[in-house]
C-alpha cells in the first residue's frame, strides 16, 4: 500500500496527525512493517487486526513507549519526533490501556491531577479545594457526575475508565487512544461510553479505537484501519466494506463467523447434576445438568454469578450446601479431586490463573496431565516432550516448539495451551469461563471447532459467556443467571439474543 | 545422503534449557575461583585442603538443599538453623540418654521434620507467609532450646557416632559421600518426579497450579517437612562432628544457607532453581572463605565478602536471563 492510498477521500483537511512508513523491529520480529496511517480532527479511526498483528505496537510508537527504527511523524502537516512518552504528551496523545495506570488508594481529584498537583500556600502542600474544584470541572466536561473525592479503589471497571479519560481531558488531550475499552463493560456502560465519545468527538477530540467486536466497528468508525502481520492492509470507510469482508483482511483467508456445530440429535448420559448449590461467593440454589455430546451455556450479565458457579464445580470455593453429581457419583473437594475425577476449568483471566506465565509450553501443556502420563510417579522428560509436541500439533499452537516461554505467545494460542493441558489430562468435562475474552477471529472459531470436536467424541462443556452472539451460535441451550440465581433456561430453539437478555435483567 | 534428509525433517536441536546454563556459569565461576586460589595459596590444591572445603560446603548444602525446595514455591524457611540448633541437642540428649546412635538419629531427623510440618502448616492451613511464619518459628525453637539446655553443654559422644562427622572412607570424609546422595537424591526428585514438576508449578503461579489441579496445600506440607528433615539431618552431622551440642550452634547457620540458594541461582519468587545450582552456591561460599583463611583475611572481612558475592550473583543471574528472553 503507498501512501497515496492513504487518502480516503480527496478532499479530506490536513490529518491531525500521520505517521508514514513506521517500522519497528524486535529481534526475530517485525513487528511494524512500513505502516502508514492518520488520524484526522474529530474523528473515530478504527484500529483493526488479529492479535500480534501489529495495533499494540502502533499504540506504543504513538505514544512515545516504543522508538519507531524507521518512519515519519507529522502533526498538523509538520514534521515531528515522537521519541518519549513525554513528546507524545506535548502533541495531546494519550492512551487508555486496559490495565488502568490509576493509583487505587488515591481519590479521583488525586488521580486526574498526579504529578500536576496546585500548590498550596505552605510550600510541599497542595490546595485541595481547588483540585477538588478543577476536577469537578474536568469531570463535568466529560459529563461524569461522581464526587470527586472518592477513592478509586471503590469505584468500578467503568467509572475508573472515566477517571482516566478525565484525566487524558486534563492533559489536553487531543488524540485519545483507546485499547479495547468496551472488553470488561456492560452494555449499559458501554452506552455511557459511545455517548462520551460521541461528546468528545464534537469538541473536535480524535479517536483512535482499537476493537475485536464487530459490531462497534461499524456503529462507532468514522474510518478502518485494518493490520495483519506487522502490515497496513487497508484502510476503509464502514460504509464501504461488510463485516465479512473486514474480517478476510483481518485473517487473510476465508472465516466462517457463523461458527458452525454438529448438533447431535439425542445427548447422551447426564455427566453433571448440580442440585441446590450455594456458596458464600453470593450463588445461591443452584440446579443445572450438563450431558454428555452438549454444550450447555451459562449466561447473564457480568456479575450475576456465572463464574462462581464454575469455581463451586470444580472446588476452587467452598460450598455451603447442595449437591454436585459427576458421572454419577457424589462430588465434594478440592480442584486436584474434581480435575482426577475428570472435570476441566478453563479459566477468565488465563494470565493470572491458567497459566504459568514464565514456564515453557510443554511444561504448562503436561501440568495437569502428570500423574495420568506418569503414574509411577517418576517424570520423563521425553515423554513429556512427545506429549506436548503432539498438543502444539492437534492444536496448532503457534511456536517456535515446546521449550518457548508460554507468556510470549498470542491470547489465542495461549487460550489454546490452557485448553491442551486439560485435553492432555483426558477431562470429560470443560467448564469454558468466556473462552474467547481477548482473542482474535481466526482463533475464535478454532477454538470453536475444537470444543464442538470434543462434545461429539463423547465429552461435554459448560460454557460461560458474554458474548451472546456466541452463545447463540454454538450452545445447545443455555441457563441464564441473575443475582446468583438461575433466571430461567432456554432450549435450543427458545436460544436467541433477546431471550437471554430479557431474563438477565434486573427487574429492581 | 538419508542423514542429510532426516536433518531436514528434524525438529531444530533443542537448545540447553535456562537453568542448565545457569549452571554451568556458576560452575564455571567456582572453577575460576579454584584457578585464582591455586595461583595465590600454595596449600590450597592440597588434597586436605579440598577434602575440608567439601566438608564443609556439604554441611551448608544439607541444610540449604531443603531450603531450595522451600524456595522454589516462593516460600522461604528462616527456622532451618534454629531447627538444627534444637534437633542437635534433642538427639544428643537420647543418645546419652539411652547409649544408642541409631534412636538418636532418629529422633534428629523426626524433630527437625516435625518442626518442618508445624511451619507448613501455618503457611497452608493457617495461611500465613512463609517468611512470617517461620520467622516466628526461629524465636519460638530458640526460646525451646535455650529453656531445654539451660546454658548446659552436651558433650562426648560414642566413637562410632562421630565417623559420621569426621571419619574417611577410601580416603573421603564421610559427609562428601552423603553428600553426593542427598545432591543425587535432591536432583531426582526435583527435575524426575511429577512431585518435583509441581513444586516448580506452584512456584511460578500458585492460583494456576491449584486450578490445574494440583494440590498445592499438601506439596507445601512436603516441601516443608523436607526441609526441617534435611535440618534434622544437618544436626547430626553437626553432633557426630563438633562432639558436643549447646543452645546456640544454630545462629550462623541459616545466612549461609540462604546464600547458597541465592548464589545457586534459585529465585526467591519461586519457580526458577536447581539442588545442583545450590550445592555450587554452598561451594562457591565455602572456597572464598576457605580462601580468606588461607591467604590470612581476617575473618572479619567474611560476612561483607559474603554479601557482596549474593548481589553479584543474583544481579548476574538477572541480567543473563532478561538477555535470554
Known amino acids: 500500500m503507498s501512501t497515496a492510498a492513504l487518502a480516503v477521500e480527496p478532499a479530506a483537511p490536513t490529518p491531525l496527525l500521520e505517521l508514514r512508513g513506521i517500522s519497528k523491529e524486535f529481534p526475530g520480529v517485525k513487528a511494524l512493517d512500513d505502516v502508514s496511517f492518520a488520524v484526522f480532527p474529530g474523528e473515530v479511526h478504527m484500529l483493526l487486526g488479529e492479535n500480534g498483528a501489529g495495533k499494540s505496537s502502533l499504540m506504543k510508537v504513538l505514544c512515545g513507549a516504543y522508538r519507531a527504527d524507521a518512519g515519519e511523524f507529522y502533526y498538523g502537516g509538520k514534521t515531528v519526533a515522537i521519541n518519549s512518552a513525554a513528546d507524545a504528551q506535548k502533541l495531546g496523545i494519550a492512551v487508555i490501556f486496559q490495565e488502568f495506570s490509576l493509583v487505587p488508594h488515591l481519590d479521583i481529584a488525586q488521580n486526574i491531577f498526579l504529578g500536576r498537583e496546585p500548590k498550596g500556600r505552605i510550600p510541599g502542600t497542595i490546595d485541595r479545594r481547588k483540585i477538588l474544584a478543577d476536577a469537578a470541572r474536568v469531570l463535568g466536561t466529560i459529563g461524569f457526575d461522581i464526587d470527586p473525592s472518592t477513592i478509586v479503589d471503590k469505584l468500578g471497571v467503568a467509572q475508573q475508565q472515566m477517571v482516566e479519560i478525565a484525566k487524558a481531558i486534563s492533559q489536553n488531550a487531543r488524540i485519545l487512544v483507546m485499547d479495547e475499552p468496551t472488553a470488561a463493560l456492560s452494555d449499559r456502560e458501554t452506552e455511557l461510553l459511545f455517548a462520551l465519545i460521541a461528546r468528545l468527538k464534537a469538541d473536535g477530540v480524535s479517536i483512535v479505537y482499537i476493537s475485536h467486536r464487530m459490531a462497534e466497528v461499524f456503529a462507532l468508525g468514522d474510518r ?63 440446579s443445572i445438568e450438563v450431558r454428555r455430546g452438549e454444550i450447555v451455556g451459562l449466561c447473564g450479565l457480568v456479575g450475576s454469578g456465572r463464574s462462581e458457579v464454575a469455581r463451586a464445580i470444580f472446588g476452587a470455593d467452598p460450598v455451603s450446601s447442595g449437591e454436585i453429581i459427576f458421572d454419577g457419583k457424589p462430588m465434594s473437594g478440592e480442584p486436584d479431586l474434581a480435575a482426577r475425577r475428570g472435570i476441566a476449568l478453563i479459566p477468565e483471566s488465563r494470565k493470572s490463573e491458567g497459566l504459568a506465565l514464565l514456564r515453557s509450553v510443554g511444561d504448562n501443556l503436561v501440568v495437569s496431565a502428570l500423574r495420568k502420563l506418569f503414574p509411577s510417579g517418576l517424570f520423563d522428560q521425553r515423554r513429556a516432550q512427545r506429549t506436548s509436541d503432539g498438543l502444539i500439533r492437534q492444536l496448532r499452537i503457534a511456536t517456535p516448539g515446546a521449550r518457548q516461554t508460554v507468556g510470549l505467545l498470542s491470547g489465542g494460542n495461549q487460550q489454546k495451551v490452557v485448553i491442551g493441558k486439560w485435553l492432555a489430562a483426558g477431562s470429560k468435562l470443560f467448564i469454558f469461563d468466556e473462552p474467547t475474552r ?20 463423547g465429552a461435554a462443556a459448560l460454557m460461560i459467556s458474554s458474548e451472546q452472539v456466541e452463545i447463540c451460535h454454538v450452545c445447545d441451550r443455555a441457563y441464564v443467571m441473575r443475582e446468583g440465581r438461575i433466571a430461567g433456561h432456554l432450549a435450543r430453539n427458545e436460544l436467541t439474543e433477546e431471550n437471554i437478555v430479557r431474563l438477565g435483567m434486573h427487574h429492581a | 545422503m538419508t542423514d542429510i534428509s532426516k536433518d531436514a525433517i528434524a525438529p531444530p536441536r533443542s537448545f540447553l534449557s535456562q537453568d542448565a546454563i545457569q549452571v554451568f556459569y556458576r560452575l564455571l565461576a567456582a572453577l575460576l575461583i579454584c584457578a585464582v586460589l591455586a595461583v595465590l595459596s600454595d596449600s590450597f590444591l592440597s588434597l586436605g585442603n579440598i577434602l575440608n572445603v567439601l566438608r564443609q560446603a556439604s554441611l551448608t548444602f544439607f541444610i540449604a538443599s531443603g531450603l531450595t525446595l522451600v524456595v522454589l514455591t516462593a516460600g522461604l524457611d528462616l527456622s532451618v538453623g534454629a531447627n538444627v540448633a534444637l534437633s542437635a541437642c534433642i538427639a544428643g540428649t537420647v543418645i546419652h540418654k539411652t547409649g544408642s546412635p541409631a534412636l538418636g538419629i532418629l529422633t534428629g531427623l523426626a524433630c527437625g521434620g516435625i518442626v518442618g510440618l508445624l511451619n507448613g502448616v501455618m503457611v497452608t492451613a493457617l495461611r500465613i507467609p512463609s517468611f512470617i511464619a517461620t520467622y516466628g518459628m526461629l524465636w519460638v525453637l530458640n526460646g525451646l532450646t535455650y529453656w531445654y539446655m539451660a546454658g548446659e553443654t552436651l558433650h562426648g559422644f560414642p566413637a562410632g557416632f562421630r565417623q559420621i562427622g569426621s571419619g574417611y572412607l577410601f580416603g573421603l570424609p564421610i559427609p562428601v559421600y552423603l553428600l553426593l546422595v542427598f545432591l543425587g537424591i535432591g536432583t531426582l526428585f526435583a527435575q524426575r518426579t511429577i512431585w518435583g514438576q509441581e513444586i516448580y508449578a506452584i512456584g511460578a503461579n500458585p492460583v494456576a497450579a491449584r486450578l490445574s489441579g494440583i494440590p ?74 576457605n580462601g580468606m583463611n588461607l591467604l590470612s583475611v581476617s575473618a572479619n572481612w567474611q560476612p561483607l565478602v559474603t554479601g557482596i558475592i549474593v548481589i553479584l550473583a543474583v544481579w548476574l543471574d538477572m541480567k543473563t536471563r532478561r538477555r535470554a528472553q
Do not use: W
Open chain 1, 438 to 457: 481477548g482473542i482474535d477471529i481466526g482463533a475464535k472459531s478454532e477454538i470453536f471447532a475444537l470444543i464442538d470436536r470434543l462434545v461429539a467424541e
Open chain 2, 216 to 289: 498445592v496445600a499438601r506439596r507445601l506440607l512436603l516441601v516443608y517437612a523436607v526441609s526441617g528433615t534435611m535440618a534434622g539431618l544437618a544436626s547430626i552431622i553437626f553432633l557426630s562432628r563438633l562432639n558436643s551440642a549447646e543452645a546456640d550452634i544454630g545462629e550462623s547457620l541459616t545466612l549461609p544457607a540462604i546464600a547458597a540458594v541465592l548464589i545457586g541461582g534459585t529465585s526467591l519468587f519461586g519457580g526458577v532453581g536447581t539442588v545442583f545450582g545450590t550445592f555450587i552456591g554452598a561451594l562457591i561460599l565455602t572456597l572464598v572463605l
Open chain 1, 224 to 286: 478502518i484501519t485494518v493490520l495483519r502481520d506487522g502490515r497496513r492492509i487497508d484502510g476503509v470507510r464502514p460504509a464501504d466494506v461488510t463485516p465479512d469482508q473486514l474480517v478476510r483482511m483481518m485473517v487473510g483467508r476465508n472465516v466462517d463467523m457463523t461458527y458452525p456445530r454438529n448438533f447431535a440429535d439425542k445427548p447422551g448420559e447426564v455427566l453433571l447434576e448440580v442440585k441446590g448449590l450455594s456458596a458464600t461467593t453470593g450463588i445461591s440454589d443452584i
